[in-house]
């Protein structure tokens, strides 16, 4: 079945790089997500990334997948106070229902 | 451009109320979904609907739970009656079908029942 996880916190200084891991079950996921949530908003598309790639980057974004182990990362570079959120993985299996499973969520916490 | 509407942003009812919740996806997007977002079980899918038609509401926790997409640019989700255990965030969200197409998300709609 299908099941997201994430761990639930991550706290980094200004000026460091983060990185928000995330692990799958379901092989035959074929698109990976990272969205962004902010206190009292919606959900942001960050990036995505297809089940065919190990590696997409965007400006201080840079997703890495691997896919034996099925485990899913988004590292943010420079992270600014800004980027303080919480972060959700989510997953469209190749068969199956076309909508996102989502993970629990990673709360990022930036210190200045 | 506008993004996927919902209304209304906040609502506080009492319990045993009926609640409405509604949705505008993005014009020309045919596929459009709800969720729900609590602390406890995190974002969870409730229905979708594909060019109007509802594909998959094995989400929907209960017979207090509707929802209907009466044409290609409006979509109610109705409970009835309220509980407080209904209190969430519901959000909804609008693509073009097709496995790779990006999911836009609403601000939400913040639910309170008292």
């Known amino acids: 079945g299908e099941d997201v996880e994430q761990s639930l916190f991550l706290s980094v200084r200004e000026g460091d790089s983060s990185v928000i891991n995330c692990t799958y079950t379901?092989?035959?996921?074929?698109?990976l997500y990272w969205y962004k949530q902010e206190p009292g908003a919606g959900l942001q598309l960050l990036t995505y990334?297809?089940?065919?790639?190990d590696m997409k980057q965007d400006q201080r974004l840079t997703v890495l997948l691997n896919k034996k182990d099925k485990h899913l990362s988004l590292r943010i570079a420079d992270t600014q106070t800004g980027d303080s959120a919480i972060y959700f993985c989510?997953?469209?299996?190749?068969?199956?229902?076309?909508?996102?499973?989502f993970g629990s969520g990673t709360r990022l916490q930036v210190q200045p | 451009d506008a993004g996927v509407i919902q209304s209304p942003r906040h609502e506080v009812t009492e319990m045993g109320q009926e609640v409405t919740l509604r949705c505008k996806p993005i014009?020309?997007?045919?596929?459009l979904f709800w969720y729900r977002q609590t602390m406890m079980r995190g974002l969870e899918l409730l229905i979708y609907?594909?060019?109007?038609?509802?594909?998959?509401d094995s989400g929907m926790p209960e017979d207090r739970f509707s929802a209907k997409m009466p044409n290609a640019s409006f979509s109610t989700l109705k409970i009835q009656p309220s509980e407080p255990r209904d209190s969430a965030v519901y959000f909804c969200?609008?693509?073009?079908?097709?496995?790779?197409?990006?999911?836009?998300f609403g601000e939400g709609s913040w639910l309170t029942v008292v």
């Open positions: 969200a609008s693509s073009l079908s097709g496995i790779g197409n990006t999911i836009y």
């Open positions: 379901d092989s035959s996921s074929t698109y």
């Open positions: 990334i297809f089940s065919n790639m």
């Open positions: 989510a997953e469209i299996l190749e068969t199956g229902r076309r909508a996102l499973t």
């Open positions: 014009s020309g997007h045919n596929s």
């Open positions: 609907f594909n060019n109007n038609v509802p594909i998959d």
